[in-house]
């Protein structure tokens, strides 16, 4: 049986060999970071794959990627042998622009499987925002707070689409920059059953005194001959170092650390420096 028979569950989502996917030579990005890719990597292995990519076959048993190379790479680096993808024959655009136009009317979707027909639609038809929102009917801000979903971590996506959160959850943790703060908030909605109101206020909280720190790091940035030993910190412990100081020369330095795994590597440094 071919891999494009092995139906997942979702309309037209096939499970196909990593083996037998090449990459777009007309890929326009050329780099990829190694950071990011090695984040959505972890999150693939925890919890898998939410996007599939999408497949144009070029041969029997031969596909190349029209949309998310980056997701392929990050399936190879977490070790998968399969990935989950759409299947697009070679000039099937209007055909794809109808069946996702129709999908989209449809009042079961989840926000997830919405945004991701937006993005389809974005990539796929190289739509801008303005076209899309003619041929959907929706209001461009619209469609970029649903887009804007697809940037949270991939277990807020999940939560999104297993109902544990609502739309208004999640468009409030979007406000918050920090991916690990997001999910720490995400948690906490689950863990104490907090309403859409209260988290929007924990946000506004959040970033109020954020933008308070910043206004205040500015007023008292640390003189020149600091900004060498930053470079150094960050350097010893591979993590962008924060130090501030205030007009009386008193300040702190901030390491900042990605997981309990990685909080162990600095204090072992730490230790090594002793």
């Known amino acids: 049986m071919d891999d494009a028979d092995k ?25 990829f970071d190694e950071e990011t890719l090695k984040e959505l990597a972890e ?11 999408t497949l144009r076959k070029i041969a029997d048993n031969k596909y190349q990627i029209i949309a998310g190379e980056r997701r392929f790479r990050a399936a190879q680096m977490a070790g998968l042998e399969s990935i989950p993808a759409y299947i697009r024959k070679a000039k099937d655009e209007g055909m794809l622009e109808m069946a996702l136009v129709e999908n989209i009317q449809r009042e079961d979707l989840d926000a997830i499987e919405i945004a991701m027909s937006y993005q389809r639609l974005l990539e796929e038809l190289e739509f801008t925002q303005e076209e899309l929102s003619s041929r959907v009917g929706k209001k461009r801000s619209t469609i970029a707070n649903y887009l804007r979903l697809l940037k949270l971590p991939a277990v807020i996506q999940k939560g999104l689409v297993d109902k544990q959160i609502s739309m208004g959850h999640a468009r409030a943790i979007i406000n918050i920059e920090d991916t690990d703060v997001q999910t720490l908030i995400y948690g906490q909605i689950i863990k104490m059953g907090l309403s859409v109101r209260r988290v929007e206020e924990i946000v506004r909280n959040l970033n109020n005194a954020e933008a308070k720190e910043t206004s205040t790091a500015e ?48 204090v072992k440094l730490i230790e090594n420096q002793e």
């Open 7 to 31: 139906m997942l569950p979702g309309a037209g989502i096939n499970e196909i060999d990593l083996t037998k996917i090449e990459a777009n030579p007309f890929q326009p990005r050329t780099r």
């Open 43 to 53: 999150s693939i292995k925890e919890i898998g794959l939410i996007q599939p990519i």
């Open 219 to 266: 007023k008292h940035k640390i003189p020149k001959e600091y900004q060498n030993l930053k470079k150094q910190l960050d350097k010893i412990f591979s993590s962008k170092i924060d130090i501030s100081m205030n007009s009386h020369g008193r300040g702190k330095i901030v390491i900042p650390f990605k997981s309990v795994s990685d909080l162990e590597r600095i």
